[in-house]
Every structure is written in C-alpha cells, then in structure tokens.
C-alpha cells in the first residue's frame, strides 16, 4: 500500500513537474530567481504530494495481486518474474510481488539515505574541526577554515574556506564570501539537504533526479550572480571559478563552491550575461506560488480509471451485494474466451452468479452494479459488456491493476479450444514462432532496448513497468549458450530452458493469435 501510493505521488510529481517546465519554456521565463522560485515550491509540492493525495481520495487504480489460484491460471497475463524460486512444471511461481518491490524499494531508498546521513556525519565532524576565523572580510558570517578542503563549501550557515584561501587575493576572497554569503541567504543548503531526501525517498522517479540538478544549477548561478556584483569583472569572476575548479575535490555534504562537472555550463552563463536579474518581489513570488499550487492541487486530484472500469473497486471481503433485477443475470449466464484456452464459464447460483476459469473452481461474484460484480474470495472484479438486449457480448476481468477483455463465445467455440490446447500438449508442439520470439526478447533485453512492437498492449506495459530489473538480472546472466525447448505446460505455455554464460534459466512464453508475446516468466532452472 504504501509503495502503491509512492508511485503514484511520484507520478502526479513528474506531471506537475513536466507542466511547469513546459510553462516556464512558453513564457521564455530566463530569470533565474523566478526558475528558482518555481522549483522549489514545484520541490515542496512533490515532497506534499502523498498528503494531498490523501485530500482528494483516489478510486484505486491497481489491485493488489491475490494469492489465489486465480491469478496463476491466466495464461494472457503479461507478468514477467525477474528472479523467482524454481518450480513445477506444471505450476507458476508463487511470488508475492507487493513485498519483493516493497522490498526492493525499502532497500536503495535506505542506502540512499544511509549515504546522505554519512556525508551529513563526516562534513559536521569536518566543520567542527575547522578553526573559526573572524574579520571584516567576514563580516558576520560564520566562517571557518579547514586543512582538509581545497573548495570553499556552505554546511547549514557556516562558510567553510579551505586553507589555501589565507593566500587568496582581497579580490578572490570578496568574490568567495559573497558568493558563499548568497547561498547562505538564500538557506540553499536547507533547500538542497531537501531535495536530497526527497529524491532518496523517490528514487524511482527520474523527475527527482532532475529537479534536484536543477535545484543544484539555479543555486550556484544566482550566487554567481551575487559575487558579480561585487566583482564586476566577469572574465575575473570566470577565471577565479575555474582556478577554484581545478581543485576541487569531492565533498561528503554541504554545497561546494565549483564541481568540474558544472563549470563549463557557469563559466558559459556567466559570459553570456549582460546585467543582472531582476529579484523576485513579493508580489511576484505571490503569483509564481498560485501558479504553482493550482496545478500542484489538480496533479493531485487526478482519477486514475478507466471509462469501462469506473464502478469496479476492490473487494476485502467484507464489501456488500448489491441489490438489481435478477433478471439481468441470466444475460450474463455463458462461456467467455479470455486466452487461447482459458474459458470463463459464467453459471446462476440463486440471487448470484458464478466464474470459473479453466482449471479452477468455481468462486461465487456478487453484483456491485448491474453490470460490475466482484469476488469475495479474491481481489479482483468483473464487468459485463452487454448489448442492446442487455445481453453479455464481453466481459473485463479487473485483476492485478490490469484489465483484460474476454470476448463471449458458444459452448462449441469454448471446447473447440479447450481441446486444441489438450491436443497441443499430448503432442507436446510449442507454438509457431515462439522460440524465435523468446530469442528476439532475450536479445532486445541484454542490449536494454526492448520490442515493445513485439508484444501485446499489456505485455509491453509490463516489461516497461519492469524494465530497471529485468535488464540488470539479464546483464548479470550474461550471453545465451543454448535455448532448448522442453514441452508444452497443461495451461499451453511453451517452457524452454536458456542457458546463460553466467548460468541457467527456465523461461514460459505464450503468443497471443496474432504471434505476439502476450505473457512470459523466467526464473532460476530447477
């Protein structure tokens, strides 16, 4: 649950994040205090973000995967597992992907943060360590000087100079005090310490990244833009940076002066630039911070449904019937084909209907609406798409944030394909194309750069979910060595086992009828 809403603050986060970069650059918005202003209260707001979620409750968008049967009987579900227990032949994997993502999550967010509060840790020591100076140059500023720089760094409010500065000329130390004197101002180590937590927190999210180098960037070229004030000079300015640069060294926390990464970019800026730029004022902060929170509350407020799943919702268990015409249900009465052999066989059982898929029991489903039932048994929903005579021609299975649509079919068609699937697994016949289409994925994979045009809708939206893992797990096997086809499984996926230079998988794939990928599996060989 909490990931599910991480997810999904981090994504109402990129949104916003995308809106106001896409605003600033149709209003030709230069001014680097107004930028500045944007983004740090974009940065406030996406830091906001789970709570204002929870001000505009959200109709549940992903269903938690069960472990019921049901889930492991869907031959089109497009699931990839990255790195599973071996298993039967006949049997899936059983994986509780909530608490493996969850876990993964928990994971790199606790290093990330375990890193930050280290570098926290080390440069306190190494402030503490610093002797204090005083002096006009100074001014009243806390300044300190360390033997164990080589750059000037901000650490809270405390200027830290290293030793080399007591040779510094009047001019270069002018320049450095009032370019450390604007970050202390401006309490951007505050901001940036901020913005550090937020993107260990949303790791995940590739706008947290950016929106703290751009946090990073704005800070340095506004307190660029304090010391020319008081160096008018910018060719001076530029050469002191880039002699400070050349020095540089990693900092464990605390906002350096000069990175050799960025001072290329500074230097640039700082040539280009013909006068200052105008601050920001009150009232234009006022208007930059409405401008923000509108979009910041819509971001929130987004509904995540689908048109023909609005009324499904997930079930606990405990969720009421509700009361419709019992005449409606016999419309619904029928066979359903959702893959190319699983059959939905919708039965009447008094005031309710049942759904059993192939392979499975029967498991009652309750009427939440005329057309939308739900199981109490499972996490998962049913929609109907009926006709003008109000008859079924389709239903929707709602089930591990997925929905998948099952055209109705007659008795005769559902057994026709029943029995095609039993025939192909006693001949033990892989499908048409299926070892070529595994080949082709496992090589997209290794070189990261995926076939979505090979895969089904929801198989595609799958792997894009997953692509981070699956790509490291492939790296980490290395070449493949052989694929061998090793039958068919009683619920028709083809089974192959794939050995890597670096070890041994078993992979399951399925091809929808018209060849391409509509589900596949691989773990570790048995």
């Not at 970050?183 to 993107?199: K, M, T, W, Y």
């Not at 013909?274 to 401008?291: D, H, I, N, Q």
């Not at 509108?294 to 407020?301: D, E, G, H, I, K």
């Not at 089930?399 to 005769?412: F, H, I, S």
Request: aromatic share 6%.
């Amino acid at each position: 649950m909490m990931l599910t809403l991480l997810v999904q603050a981090a994504l109402r986060s990129s949104l916003l994040t995308l809106g106001l970069w896409l605003a600033l650059r149709a209003m030709r918005a230069a001014n680097r205090h107004t930028e500045m202003a944007v983004w740090r209260l974009a940065l406030a707001a996406s830091c906001a973000m789970p709570l204002l979620m929870q001000w505009h409750p959200l109709p549940a968008a992903t269903i938690t995967a069960p472990a019921d049967a049901l889930r492991q009987s869907l031959a089109t579900l497009p699931i990839i597992n990255v790195s599973v227990q071996a298993a039967p032949d006949a049997v899936p994997v059983k994986l509780d992907w909530s608490a493996a993502f969850t876990a993964a999550y928990a994971t790199v967010a606790a290093l990330l943060l375990a890193r930050l509060i280290v570098g926290l840790w080390r440069t306190w020591t190494l402030s503490r360590a610093a002797a204090p100076v005083q002096g006009t140059w100074a001014g009243a500023n806390s300044v300190r000087i360390s033997n164990r720089l080589r750059v000037p760094v901000t650490f809270g409010t405390t200027i830290i100079l290293p030793e080399a500065a007591a040779a510094w000329s009047p001019e270069q130390l002018l320049a450095v005090m009032t370019h450390e004197a604007a970050h202390v101002a401006h309490a951007d180590f505050a901001v940036l310490l901020v913005s550090a937590v937020h993107r260990a927190v949303f790791w995940f999210n590739p706008a947290a990244w950016w929106l703290h180098r751009e946090l990073c960037q704005l800070a340095e070229a506004r307190s660029d833009e304090a010391a020319l004030r008081s160096i008018p000079n910018r060719i001076t300015y530029a050469e002191i940076l880039l002699g400070i640069a050349s020095h540089a060294h990693a900092v464990p926390a605390g906002v350096p002066m000069a990175r050799p990464v960025t001072i290329n970019r500074r230097i640039g800026q700082i040539l280009r630039a013909t006068s200052p730029e105008a601050p920001m004022t009150p009232r234009k902060y006022l208007f930059v911070a409405t401008g923000v929170a509108l979009p910041a509350v819509l971001a929130a407020a987004i509904m995540t449904q689908n048109a023909p799943t609005a009324a499904a919702t997930p079930s606990d268990g405990a969720q009421a019937a509700a009361t419709i015409n019992p005449g409606l249900l016999n419309g619904y009465v029928g066979t359903y084909k959702l893959g190319p052999a699983d059959i939905f066989t919708i039965t009447r059982s008094g005031d309710h209907l049942k759904a059993q898929l192939t392979g499975q029991p029967a498991l009652d489903i309750f009427p939440e609406s005329n057309t939308n039932f739900f199981y109490k048994a499972v996490r998962a929903q049913i929609t109907f798409l009926t006709g003008a005579d109000g008859d079924a021609t389709a239903l929707i299975l709602h089930q591990n944030g997925l929905d998948t649509k099952a055209a109705r079919v007659t008795e005769a068609e559902a057994a026709a394909a029943t029995a095609a699937l039993s025939a192909r697994v006693a001949q033990n016949t892989a499908q048409p194309g299926s070892e070529a289409a595994l080949r082709r994925t496992i090589d997209a994979q290794l070189k990261g750069a995926p076939d979505y045009a090979d895969m089904t809708a929801k198989m595609a939206s799958a792997v894009r979910a997953q692509f981070t893992p699956i790509h490291q797990s492939m790296q980490q096997l290395g070449e493949v060595q052989s694929v061998k086809f090793q039958g068919v499984t009683p619920k028709g996926w083809d089974l192959y086992d794939v050995r890597f230079t670096n070890g041994d998988t078993q992979w399951r794939i399925t091809l929808d009828g018209k060849g391409k990928i509509a589900g596949m599996l691989f773990q570790a060989a048995p």
